[in-house]
């Protein structure tokens, strides 16, 4: 399982930006993908999960109505848009999945307890 994270950068506030998570390695249908982050001195938070099977969604609290998680099974690709951002979004970005995710029941569990596969972080600025 290759997960490939991209699309951070620098914003000021209230900018947007999307990231993509470029999947391998697995079926891309029953499975389970998310956005965690990690601000230096803070723990991991679960961002946004999505479920494959079912298109089932999940967002923090912290991003509801800002971020919204989306997948192209086509491209093998789970995109998170940003928009609104803030200061405080200010992160290194992970992509995590879980392929053999069957049942949406349990996505706010997985979303906040992380996954069994990681990419590498991209890195979320946004300045004041």
């Known amino acids: 399982v290759q997960l490939q994270a991209s699309g951070g950068g620098l914003v000021q506030a209230g900018g947007s930006l999307r990231l993509s998570c470029a999947a391998s390695?697995?079926?891309?249908?029953?499975?389970?993908i998310g956005w965690f982050r990690q601000a230096p001195g803070k723990e991991r938070e679960g961002v946004s999960c999505?479920?494959?099977?079912?298109?089932?969604?999940y967002y923090a609290d912290s991003v509801k109505g800002r971020f919204t998680i989306s997948s192209d099974n086509a491209k093998n690709t789970v995109y998170l848009q940003m928009i609104s951002l803030k200061p405080e979004d200010t992160a290194v970005y992970y992509c995590?999945?879980?392929?053999?995710?069957?049942?949406?029941?349990?996505?706010?569990?997985?979303?906040?307890?992380?996954?069994?596969?990681w990419g590498k972080g991209t890195q979320v600025t946004v300045s004041s």
């Open positions: 390695g697995f079926t891309f249908d029953d499975y389970a």
């Open positions: 999505i479920s494959g099977s079912d298109g089932s969604t």
């Open positions: 995590a999945a879980d392929p053999n995710f069957r049942s949406s029941y349990y996505l706010s569990t997985v979303c906040y307890y992380g996954m069994d596969y």
